[in-house]
């Protein structure tokens, strides 16, 4: 389930909490955009902020035994991979870069351990072909909508009926963007005291969520309030 659906749901977690750190008070226009074209093959482009749960999709939906992956992984946090060809320390970032075909348990393995962090690199199976800008979204620079790319058979459409949860009808093209209104960060004054550095990590965004759909040119606006 992609985190603004489980905003939606109330149903909040840690990756949920990890998309908005980032974030203080203020208004975030167009943000998590989401753009379907229905066609012989599923055509799907989205900003930046889905793209480690997309990798986890394809990662728990393909058929194939093995699978084709080419970027990067950076973390914060210092790392080893074995099947990684370079590794190296750029701009805060532990980065690695992959070029490899594995199996997909071990796919699995690297979405387990990364999706907390930024999972950049293409995915190529039969069914879902998968492309991402190779390096983390900058906040000074321009927004990307088209961030992530993808084609997929109609057999994977669950992926798309995740993220139009809340578009029912048959359709031929939708595009659906966000305004994040953050009012307030809540922080715990006593892990102040203990540990400063936790407790901006640990902070909590209150405000409201704007979800603008356009479904073959019919707009819809649907709104929720959050503490994430």
């Known amino acids: 389930m992609n985190f603004i659906r489980k905003i939606f749901k109330k149903q909040i977690d840690d990756l949920v909490h990890n998309q908005f750190v980032r974030f203080g008070p203020g208004t975030y226009e167009g943000r998590a955009v989401i753009r379907v074209k ?12 889905f793209a480690n749960e997309i990798i986890k999709f394809i990662s728990e939906n393909i058929d194939d035994e093995t699978v084709k992956l080419k970027g990067r992984i950076y973390s914060k946090k210092d790392f080893k991979l074995d099947l990684e060809k370079d590794h190296e320390k750029k701009k805060g970032f ?19 351990q990364f999706m907390m962090d930024y999972m950049l690199f293409d995915v190529d199976t039969e069914e879902i072909k998968f492309k991402v800008k190779k390096a983390p979204h900058n906040p000074k620079g321009k927004f990307d909508e088209k961030f992530c790319n993808v084609t997929l058979d109609k057999s994977k459409k669950s992926l798309i009926d995740d993220l139009l949860f809340d578009v029912k009808d048959d359709y031929k093209e939708v595009v659906v963007d966000h305004m994040f209104l953050i009012t307030d960060v809540v922080v715990d004054e006593k892990l102040v005291e203990k540990d400063p550095a936790a407790a901006r990590l640990q902070a909590k965004r209150k405000g409201k969520i704007i979800r603008n759909l356009d479904i073959d040119g019919k707009k819809e606006i649907k709104e929720v309030d959050f503490l994430v």
């Open 94 to 112: 532990f980065v690695a870069t992959i070029d490899e075909t594995v199996p997909v348990e071990e796919l699995k393995k690297i979405v387990q």
């Open 38 to 49: 229905m066609g012989q093959k599923i055509r799907l482009w989205t900003s930046f902020e």
